[in-house]
Nanobody
Framework: QVQLVESGGGSVQPGGSLRLSCEASIPTPTYRMYYMAWFRQGSGKEREGVASIDAVSGARYADSVKGRFTISRDNAKKIAYLQMNSLKPEDTGMYYC??????????????????WGQGTQVTVTS
């Protein structure tokens, strides 16, 4: 059973930065077989994909975060990160780490095989 634990959320002013972390309880040899991704859901909004990363650090981003957010992973430590810079109020929401081995997941399309963390709140406000 895969477990994902997020950390690093908090409250920040517009223009500020946060780094989210996601620790995975996946056996080390298997971890790199998983695509890792971050999703978010604002109040009253649909969940949306933010960024995904493959085993060799190829990445995809939602248009709304390109140039501001960077996803990365450490396969040895089994941790995925989301560095968020130039944060805007519209970035506010619950951020979820997710993992899946299905190829379509890299396109930020979750499915029945997707594992989810419990989320960490990000609030951008002045």
């Amino acid at each position: 059973q895969v477990q994902l634990v997020e950390s690093g959320g908090g409250s920040v002013q517009p223009g500020g930065s946060l780094r989210l972390s996601c620790e995975a309880s996946i056996p080390t040899p298997t971890y790199r077989m998983y695509y890792m991704a971050w999703f978010r859901q604002g109040s009253g909004k649909e969940r949306e994909g933010v960024a995904s990363i493959d085993a060799v650090s190829g990445a995809r981003y939602a248009d709304s975060v390109k140039g501001r957010f960077t996803i990365s992973r450490d396969n040895a430590k089994k941790i995925a990160y989301l560095q968020m810079n130039s944060l805007k109020p519209e970035d506010t929401g619950m951020y979820y780490c997710a993992a899946d081995r299905a190829p379509q997941f890299f396109r930020l399309t979750p499915g029945s095989s997707t594992y989810w963390g419990q989320g960490t709140q990000v609030t951008v406000t002045s």
